[in-house]
């Protein structure tokens, strides 16, 4: 990992290759980003919860004394955890970050085909809750039986 310091902003950088993925620092305030993106992303958070987040999105992607997965399993799964959230912000930064460390587009696909299945895995579990609640069982798996 590299840093680069400057008076207003300095950017966590892991390089692979010819890509780089930032994290970037403003006033002490961890804030994820994609390398040379500006963003107004957590505008509405005060400092200090900012700051907490920041340390808790750290700790997690950005130290490897304490990470277990692979960093490209890690940016995987967020991918598709962010696709599952609807997120656009995640989702554009973890595909970045999964490409930039070497994920194929054969990985990339099949991650979206997880999220996809979760997600609708997800909407089966819904109606099936409303189904119970409401009493309907419109396609019964075993056919009623006839006296």
């Known amino acids: 990992m590299e840093e680069k310091d400057s008076p207003e902003l300095s950017r966590h950088v892991h390089t692979t290759g010819t890509s780089s ?16 993106e500006p963003t107004n992303s957590y505008s509405m958070l005060e400092p200090r919860m900012k700051k907490v987040y920041g340390a808790y999105y750290k700790e997690l992607y950005y130290n490897p004394e304490t990470r277990v997965l692979d960093p490209k399993v890690q940016e995987l799964i967020s991918l598709a955890a962010s696709l599952v959230a609807k997120c656009d912000g995640c989702i554009d930064g973890h595909m970045k970050k999964a490409l930039a460390l070497g994920a194929t587009k054969e990985e990339i696909s099949e991650t979206i085909c997880i999220a996809a299945a979760i997600n609708g ?8 809750r409303t189904a119970a609640r409401l009493g309907l069982n419109h396609f019964p798996s075993k056919p009623s039986v006839k006296p």
Request: glycine share 4%.
């Open 121 to 128: 895995a997800a909407m089966i579990d819904l109606s099936d």
């Open 21 to 36: 993925v930032a994290v970037a620092e403003s006033n002490g305030d961890l804030i994820p980003t994609t390398a040379n």
